[in-house]
């Protein structure tokens, strides 16, 4: 089923230049969600170091006020946004090897914009739903540790 039957269209285009001069993001989005999309974009290390291949998730203040206020929220959006944000950035220092790594957060005044490790490979659950054997406890143990 194509992505635009399954989720809005966004309400309009992040601004991706909120990240700064040393980022360049595709405008197409390498994913759609609930509350924005995923981009593929590359940072300048500076000078001979060359670029580092990462993504931006761009995330829709007004779906977020939207969903808290549908779902009934007794935070206000703006707090559950920062804790996501907060959350990311805190699990992204841990180094561990199943947590993309955090490069840094911008706002556009629409979207809040955070800098992540690309994670290739796919989509999760499908992963999870294309395996012949069903994905048990001490497998989950023994791949987040």
Known sequence: MPRSLVFPKMEH???????????????????????GSVHLATMSLGGALG????????????RTREQAEAGGATTPWQELLQREVDITAELGRTQHRHMPRFYGTADDGTYVLLALQLCGGGELPQWLLAREEPYSERLAARLAY
């Not at 991706?16 to 509350?35: C, H, K, M, Q, R």
């Not at 670029?51 to 007004?62: D, E, P, T």
Request: one cysteine or more; aromatic letters at 8%; charged letters at 25%.
């Open 13 to 35: 285009e992040p601004d991706f230049s909120a990240l700064g001069p040393a980022f360049e993001v595709d405008p197409d989005p390498l994913g759609l969600g609930a509350f």
């Open 51 to 62: 670029r580092k291949v990462m993504c931006v998730k761009a995330i829709s203040k007004q």
